[in-house]
């Protein structure tokens, strides 16, 4: 296994589980993988169950309406492990900061809006998008060489492409690009 001495929960959807589903990765087969926005809204999950594929029912939990003493517990594991990696990465590394052969200013992830692209254009990308050097065994270990406790990926970011094997949308990894691999699947796996 190559997942040493992290602490992770298994996740593709929206919410971070709670500390008692947290294992480190001497004996866990899962990296954190969450929304952005998710992560951001949800803290890391409400502490109780003892089972790491337990539903948490995190998804109906009203976060913004919570105590202060709610919110500390979510956060607790979060805060104490402090350093991990943060990972954005879709469609919009293909055209790396230019687009109509002039370079676009700003964040790299908002050159749709930033460019002004249009939608087709911007699919182009998502199609073209094909890492093949990819390694998720070479990404955990740098994470763990570095001393970090967990990974949170961009697993959809707000262009609507996803970089597992969606269920609900063809607009991800699986079906629009010519990569054919799931990149959660692989670095959960």
Known sequence: ?????????????AFVRGEERIMTFSNARFLLVTLIAAFA???????GGDSMTEDS???????LNESQEAFDARMEWWRNARFGMFIHWGPYAVPAGEYGGETVRGI??????????????YEEFASRFNPVQFDADEWVRIANDAGMKYIIITSK?????????????????????????????????
């Not at 029912?57 to 976060?63: L, M, R, T, V």
């Not at 609507?160 to 796996?189: A, C, N, P, Q």
């Open 1 to 13: 296994m190559r997942l040493n001495d992290y602490e992770t929960t298994r996740q593709k959807s």
């Open 41 to 47: 809204w949800s803290g890391c999950g409400s502490p």
């Open 157 to 189: 970011h707000h262009d609507g492409f996803g970089i597992w094997d969606s269920e609900v949308s063809d607009y991800d990894i699986m079906d629009t690009s010519s990569f054919g691999r799931d990149i959660l699947r692989e670095l959960t796996d």
């Open 108 to 121: 790299s992830e908002w050159i749709m809006n930033s460019a002004q692209i249009p939608i087709p254009e």
């Open 57 to 63: 029912g995190a998804a109906s939990q009203d976060y």
